[in-house]
C-alpha cells in the first residue's frame, strides 16, 4: 500500500521536524548560557501579586532596551515568597537566574523559621520601593492620627485594622505603630486581607465585622484618596509624600515607625564574580530604560538603587530588624 | 441616555479593520490559553500582557478584552470534551457538559457553553456601561458576617442536590474540607498540617485539586475500565452538529437564569466567580427534578448553559467592580489594572472623567469582543467536537499530558505533580466507588470562605455573635436558606406520601 | 465524574444481583481513607505550631470540627456499604457473612471488573513521569507519560504511540516555552 506509507513517511518526517525545533528551544531556554542571551526572572508570587509585576515591568524594560534577548517569568508562588527562595537557592552557580525578593520575604523567613535565608542568595540590588500609608474611609469619626490613637490606646480589640497578610509589611507596621503608641502589641486586633483590592473593600463597607483602619501601600488606596472616599491619617516615609495632606511618622513623634516597602532582586549563591557583575550591570541598565521610568511613575514607586555589598548589608540589618519586631508580635 | 451616545463614540472609534483584527487576534490567543487545564485567565493576560505593551493604546486594550473574554470562553471548551475544565470558573458546567459530550452531544453542548458565555457577558457589561457605580455600592453592604451567611447558603443549597445518597456527599464534602485547610492560615499566619513542608504552606492550588480529581481521576478510571483487547475505538461519534429548536428553548432560561446569579456575584469581592456558576448549577438540577423527564446525570443542556452564563456574568461585572472602584478583586483584575494603568488609566470614581476617552472604546471592545467570541465559538464547537474522534486511548493520553502540563506550569513544582498524583489516584477510588466528585470541589471553594469570614466577623466584633445576624443582607440571606430547607423538606414528606399511595 | 447511586428501589424485583462496586468490601477504602484524613488532622491540629492568640475561634476550631466529620462519616459510610442488602444478596442467605462472601465472588466476574494491570500501567506512567522530569525534561517525559497512558488504554501500536507523544509534547513545547516563555524543565538538553 504505497499511499499508506507515504502518509506514514510525511507523519514520521512532521514528527521529526516538530521534535528538532522542540529541543532546540529546550535547549535555548536551558542553563549554561550568558545572562545576556537568556536571563530568568523569578516572581516568588501568583501572576498578579506585587513582585509578579516587579518582574513583569522589568521583563519589559530588559526587551525594549535591548539588554537582554530573551528575559522569561517563572512564578512560583506562595508562603511570602519563602518557596521561590527554596527553589532559587537549590540553583547555586546558575548566573542567569535572579529573583525578586522584598520586606515580605524577609518577613517570610523569619516567620517559618525557614533554613534559607537571604544569607543562600547573591545580592544584586535594591531597586525601588513605596510608602505605607494609614487611611480610614471618609465617615470615619477618627479625623487625624492622634484620634486613632487615642481610641486605640483605650480599647484596642474595638479598633480592628486591616492589612494584607498576616506577618507581612501592614501587619509589621501595625505592630511598630503599637509599640510606638504604647499599645500592647499581642492586643491588636489585626485582619488579614487576600490583597488591596479586599482591604479597601472592606474599608468602605458599611458592614458590620469589616476593618474602620486600613494600613497599605499608597498606590491601592491612592484614586480612593483623591474622590474623597478615603481619608490618610499618616505616611510612613521620611518626608511627605507629593499629593498627599498627611503627616509623616516623624512629624508625629513616632519615627520609630519606619518600615518600607523595598523590592530588589537576587541571584543564586556561588555565582562567579564576573556573573555577578555582569547581572548588576544588566539591572543598571535596566533601571536606565525609559520603560523602567515610566513603570516608576506608575506603580509610585521610589527609586532607592543600591547595588551589591551596600545591598548585602543592608539586608542583613533588616532581617535583624525584622526577626526582632515579628518575634515581638509573636509571630 | 448620555451613556448611550458616549458608548456608540466608542464603537466609532473601534469599529475599524485593524481593530477587528487586534480583537480576533486577542480572542484566538485568550481562548487557546484558557483552554488548557491550569492556565485560568490570569496565566493567560500575564503571558500576553507584554504582546500589548507594543501596541498603540486602542489597539492594545481592544486585544486585551479579546485575551480576557477569549479566556472565559475557552476554559469550559477542554471541560467539555475533556473532563478537563480550563479554570476553576468552569468546572461546574463541565459536570453535564462532559455527560452531553460522551453522550454524542458534544456539539451542542460547546454551542450552549458559547452562546451562555455570550448571554452572561453581555447582559453583564450593559450593566456595567449604564450602572456601575450603582453596583459599586452593592458592594459596600457587605461584610465577614455577610460572606459567612452566603457560604452557609451556598453549601446547602448546592450540597442538598449534587448526591443522592446524603452519607456519600458528606464523605467527599468532608475529603474537599480537609484538603482546603492546608497551608498557612488567613487570619493568624499559623502554618496548618504542612509538616514542615515548604511547598505545602501555601496550601493545594485549587487547579492542581480540579485538574487531579477531574481529569486524571478519569484517566485512571478509563484505564481501570479498559477491555485489554487492544481495540481503537473511538469514545464515539460526534453527532449532529446545531443545536436544535426545542434545545434551544431548553437552554434559554438556563441561560438567564444563570446570568441572574452571576451579575451581583463579580462585585463580591469573595468566592469568585465559582459560587454562583454553582448556585446556578444547583438551581437547573433541582428544576430538572421536577420535570417529566429529567436529564441530569445523562447530559443535561441546562447544566452547561447555566453555570456558563453565570460564570461570564460574573467575570463581566468584576470588570465592572474594577472600572468603577479600581479594586482588583481577582489576580486577573489585578493584571488589568496594571495593563490600564500601562495607559495612563487609573480604574476608580473619576475614571470615566479623567479618561473617557479611552473607557469608552473599551467598554465598546467589550460588546465587540464577545459577538467575535461568538462568532468564533459556534461554528469551531463542530470541528472541536471532531477531536471525541480520536482513539480514546490517544485522547487520555493526550490529556494525562495536558493536565501534567497545567499542573506544573502553574507553579514550576515537582511537589505539585506528586499531589496531582496522589489526589488523581484518590479520584480513582472515588469513582469507583461511587463518591461524588463535586462536594470536594464545593468544600475547597466554600470551607475557606465560610471559615475565614466567620472568623473575621467574630474577632473584628468582639467576639459578639449578633454580629452574624446584624444587617438586612445576612437576615434574608438565612430567611432564603429557612425557606428553602422547609420546602425540601415539605417536597419529600409530599414525595413519600404519593409514593405510597 | 460524580456518579448515581442506583435507586434501590428500582432493584427489588426480578433475581438477585451481584452487589455492585460501590457497596463491595472494596469500597471500604473510602471510609479507610477517611479515617486517615481525621487522623492527620488529629495528629496536625495537635502538634499546631499555634501563632498569636487567634481570638475566639482560633485556627484550630475548623479542624477538629472537621476531623469529628471526618469519623462520624467514615463510621456511617463502612455501615451503609457493609449492611445487608436483600435486593443483591441470596434472599436466604440475607445478611449472613457467607452470603456477602459468595457475592463478593461473582462481583468479580461481574462488568465492574477492575483492570488492574491497566491501572497500574497508567499510575506507573505518572510516578515515572513524575521521577525524569528533572533528568529527561519535558520532552522525553511527557512522551513517555503519553506511550504508558495510550498502552494502558489498550493501545499496542507502540512505535505510532511514541511518535504521537513525541509529536504532542513538541508541540506543547514549541507553542508554550517558545512563543509564550512558560518555562519548561529542559532536562540534560539544557546543558548543551
Known amino acids: 500500500m504505497p499511499r499508506r506509507r507515504v502518509v506514514a513517511t510525511l507523519g514520521i518526517l512532521l514528527v521529526a521536524a516538530l521534535a528538532v525545533t522542540a529541543f532546540t528551544d529546550a535547549a535555548r531556554s536551558g542553563e549554561g548560557q550568558a545572562a545576556r542571551a537568556s536571563l530568568t526572572l523569578i516572581a516568588p508570587a501568583a501572576a498578579g501579586g506585587g513582585w509578579d509585576l516587579v518582574a513583569r515591568e522589568g521583563q519589559q524594560a530588559m526587551r525594549t532596551g535591548n539588554i537582554v534577548n530573551t528575559v522569561q517569568v517563572v512564578n512560583i508562588p506562595g508562603a511570602a515568597g519563602t518557596i521561590g527562595l527554596n527553589q532559587l537557592a537549590g540553583l547555586t552557580g546558575q548566573g542567569t537566574t535572579m529573583m525578586v525578593t522584598g520586606t515580605v520575604m524577609l518577613g517570610g523567613i523569619s516567620q517559618s523559621g525557614s533554613a534559607i535565608s537571604m544569607q543562600d542568595t547573591t545580592p544584586i540590588a535594591r531597586l525601588a520601593e513605596d510608602f505605607e500609608v494609614i487611611a480610614v474611609p471618609a465617615e470615619s469619626p477618627f479625623r487625624t492620627f492622634d484620634d486613632f490613637v487615642q481610641a486605640w490606646a483605650a480599647n484596642p480589640a474595638a479598633v480592628p485594622i486591616g492589612g494584607g497578610s498576616a506577618g507581612g509589611i501592614d501587619h509589621m507596621v501595625a505592630a511598630q505603630m503599637a509599640q510606638a503608641a504604647g499599645v500592647p502589641v499581642e492586643t491588636v486586633q489585626y485582619t488579614a486581607h487576600a490583597g488591596g483590592g479586599e482591604l479597601t473593600l472592606s474599608l468602605l463597607s458599611t458592614a458590620a465585622g469589616t476593618v474602620g483602619v486600613g494600613i497599605s501601600g499608597y498606590n491601592d488606596f491612592a484614586d480612593l484618596v483623591d474622590s474623597g472616599q478615603l481619608r490618610v491619617l499618616a505616611v510612613v516615609a521620611p518626608e511627605r509624600l507629593a499629593g498627599i495632606d498627611a503627616p509623616t511618622m516623624t512629624e508625629l513623634g513616632l519615627p520609630e515607625v519606619d518600615l518600607v516597602n523595598w523590592r530588589g532582586l537576587v541571584a543564586p549563591q556561588g555565582i562567579t564574580d564576573a556573573q555577578r557583575t555582569e547581572l548588576e550591570q544588566i539591572v543598571r541598565e535596566m533601571v536606565a530604560t525609559e520603560s523602567w521610568s515610566e513603570a516608576v511613575e506608575r506603580n509610585r514607586w521610589v527609586r532607592s538603587e543600591i547595588y551589591g555589598e551596600d545591598f548585602e548589608e543592608f539586608l542583613v540589618e533588616e532581617q535583624g530588624r525584622i526577626d526582632a519586631l515579628l518575634e515581638e508580635l509573636g509571630l | 441616555m448620555e451613556q448611550l451616545s458616549n458608548l456608540i463614540g466608542g464603537f466609532g472609534d473601534i469599529l475599524s479593520p485593524s481593530a477587528l483584527l487586534f480583537v480576533l487576534i486577542g480572542a484566538l490567543l485568550g481562548t487557546a490559553v484558557g483552554v488548557l487545564p491550569g492556565l485560568g485567565s490570569a496565566m493567560a493576560v500575564a503571558l500576553l500582557l507584554p504582546l500589548t505593551f507594543v501596541l498603540e493604546p486602542t489597539n492594545a486594550l481592544i486585544m486585551f478584552t479579546g485575551i480576557y473574554f477569549g479566556g472565559l470562553f475557552g476554559d469550559s471548551i477542554s471541560g467539555i470534551l475533556m473532563n478537563t475544565p480550563g479554570n476553576s470558573t468552569a468546572i461546574a458546567s463541565a459536570f453535564e457538559g462532559y455527560r452531553m459530550a460522551q453522550s454524542g452531544r458534544a456539539a451542542q453542548a460547546l454551542a450552549t457553553a458559547a452562546i451562555g458565555a455570550f448571554i452572561g457577558g453581555t447582559v453583564a457589561s450593559v450593566l456595567v456601561v449604564f450602572f456601575a457605580p450603582t453596583l459599586a455600592e452593592l458592594a459596600t453592604g457587605f461584610g465577614p458576617a455577610e460572606f459567612f451567611a452566603l457560604a452557609v447558603l451556598a453549601f446547602i443549597a448546592i450540597s442538598a442536590v449534587v448526591t443522592d445518597s446524603a452519607v456519600r456527599g458528606l464523605a467527599a464534602l468532608a475529603i474537599g474540607l480537609v484538603l482546603a485547610m492546608i497551608g498557612i492560615d488567613q487570619p493568624t499566619g499559623t502554618a496548618r498540617f504542612s509538616f514542615g513542608s515548604s511547598a505545602l504552606l501555601d496550601g493545594i492550588p485549587i487547579v492542581v485539586i480540579t485538574v487531579s480529581l477531574l481529569a486524571l481521576g478519569e484517566v485512571f478510571h478509563q484505564a481501570a475500565k479498559a477491555s485489554g483487547s487492544g481495540t481503537q475505538d473511538t469514545v464515539l461519534p460526534s453527532g449532529r452538529p446545531w443545536l436544535s429548536g426545542s434545545e434551544f428553548r431548553a437552554a434559554l432560561p438556563a441561560w438567564l437564569r444563570g446570568t441572574g446569579y452571576g451579575l451581583p456575584f463579580g462585585v463580591i469581592p469573595a468566592g469568585g466567580a465559582e459560587v454562583p456558576t454553582f448556585l446556578s448549577y444547583g438551581t437547573e438540577r433541582r428544576l430538572d427534578r421536577r420535570r417529566a423527564k429529567p436529564m441530569f446525570g445523562r447530559g443535561a443542556i441546562q447544566g452547561v448553559a447555566g453555570p456558563e452564563a453565570a460564570g461570564n456574568a460574573t467575570a463581566g461585572t468584576a470588570m465592572g467592580a474594577l472600572l468603577a472602584l479600581g479594586l482588583p478583586t481577582s489576580a486577573t483584575a489585578a493584571l488589568l489594572l496594571a495593563a490600564f494603568q500601562q495607559y495612563g488609566l487609573q480604574p476608580g470614581p473619576l475614571l470615566l472623567e479623567r479618561s473617557g476617552d479611552i473607557v469608552w472604546p473599551l467598554l465598546a471592545g467589550f460588546f465587540l469582543a464577545m459577538v467575535v467570541l461568538l462568532i468564533l465559538n459556534l461554528p469551531f464547537a463542530p470541528l472541536w467536537a471532531q477531536l471525541l474522534r480520536v482513539p480514546k486511548s490517544y485522547l487520555y493520553a493526550g490529556i494525562a499530558v495536558f493536565a501534567s502540563f497545567g499542573v506544573y506550569a502553574a507553579g514550576a513544582s515537582i511537589i505539585d505533580l506528586v499531589i496531582m498524583l496522589v489526589i488523581g489516584v484518590l479520584g480513582l477510588a472515588m469513582r469507583l466507588y461511587d463518591i461524588p466528585i463535586a462536594p470536594v470541589l464545593i468544600a475547597v471553594i466554600l470551607g475557606p470562605l465560610a471559615e475565614y469570614s466567620l472568623r473575621d466577623a467574630m474577632a473584628n466584633s468582639e467576639n459578639d455573635p449578633a454580629v452574624l445576624v446584624s444587617s438586612p443582607i445576612t437576615i434574608g440571606l438565612y430567611v432564603l436558606l429557612l425557606a428553602g430547607l422547609g420546602f425540601a423538606a415539605w417536597r419529600r414528606v409530599a414525595e413519600r406520601r404519593r409514593a405510597d399511595v | ?192
Open chain 3, 1 to 192: 465524574m460524580m456518579s448515581e447511586v442506583p435507586s434501590d428501589r428500582a432493584a427489588t424485583t426480578g433475581r438477585p444481583r451481584p452487589r455492585p462496586a460501590h457497596l463491595s468490601k472494596g469500597a471500604l477504602v473510602v471510609p479507610a481513607v477517611l479515617v486517615v484524613l481525621g487522623i492527620f488532622l488529629v495528629v496536625g491540629t495537635a502538634t499546631m505550631d499555634v501563632v498569636g492568640e487567634g481570638g475566639l475561634f482560633g485556627p484550630t476550631v475548623m479542624p477538629w470540627a472537621v476531623a469529628a466529620i471526618c469519623f462520624v462519616v467514615a463510621v456511617f459510610l463502612a455501615v451503609d456499604i457493609l449492611r445487608p442488602r436483600p435486593e443483591y444478596d441470596p434472599a436466604f442467605g440475607a445478611g449472613s457473612r457467607a452470603a456477602t462472601d459468595s457475592s463478593d465472588g461473582s462481583y468479580e466476574a461481574g462488568p465492574d471488573t477492575v483492570n488492574a494491570p491497566a491501572v497500574g500501567t497508567a499510575i506507573g506512567g505518572v510516578v515515572v513521569f513524575i521521577a525524569v522530569l528533572p533528568w529527561l525534561g519535558w520532552i522525553l517525559s511527557a512522551t513517555l507519560l503519553f506511550t504508558a497512558v495510550a498502552i494502558a488504554l489498550g493501545n499496542r501500536k507502540f512505535v505510532t504511540c511514541l511518535l504521537a507523544g513525541l509529536a504532542l509534547a513538541s508541540v506543547i513545547q514549541i507553542v508554550f516555552s517558545g512563543l509564550l516563555g512558560i518555562s519548561l524543565p529542559a532536562g540534560f538538553v539544557g546543558g548543551f
